[in-house]
Nanobody, 123 residues
Framework: VQLQASGGGLVQAGASLRISCAAS????????MGWFRQAPGKEREFVAA????????DYGNSVKGRFTISRDNFKNTVSLQMNSLKPEDTAVYYC?????????????????WGQGTQVTVSS
């Protein structure tokens, strides 16, 4: 599975941004999918995840109530709607396909990763 994230950019605090992840090579319809982010000098952290059919979602504490993950299995895409953005949301955002384990938040459970898209939020 090849994953390509897109849609990042520079926005002001309080703005909204939608990033997407397009999969190729095979269908991602059977995989739970997640978004992670990594800021300079920090470890990669869990942002959001969604079950294979979209029926279950999970979010990191820092983004709950502001971010929404969704997927379209027909289009083989996953998206992350980010509202009320804060400067601390600045990071490279990665999409990933979860292939094992039970925890959505454990990046070790994800074997396929996209290249990342930069999101920068100015104050």
């Amino acid at each position: 599975v090849q994953l390509q994230a897109s849609g990042g950019g520079l926005v002001q605090a309080g703005a909204s941004l939608r990033i997407s992840c397009a999969a190729s090579g095979r269908s991602i319809s059977t995989y739970p999918m997640g978004w992670f982010r990594q800021a300079p000098g920090k470890e990669r952290e869990f942002v959001a995840a969604i079950s294979w059919n979209g029926g279950t979602t999970d979010y990191g504490n820092s983004v709950k109530g502001r971010f929404t993950i969704s997927r379209d299995n027909f289009k083989n895409t996953v998206s992350l709607q980010m509202n009320s953005l804060k400067p601390e949301d600045t990071a490279v955002y990665y999409c990933a396909a979860k292939t094992k384990g039970s925890s959505y938040g454990d990046l070790g459970n994800y074997d396929y990763w996209g290249q990342g898209t930069q999101v920068t939020v100015s104050s």
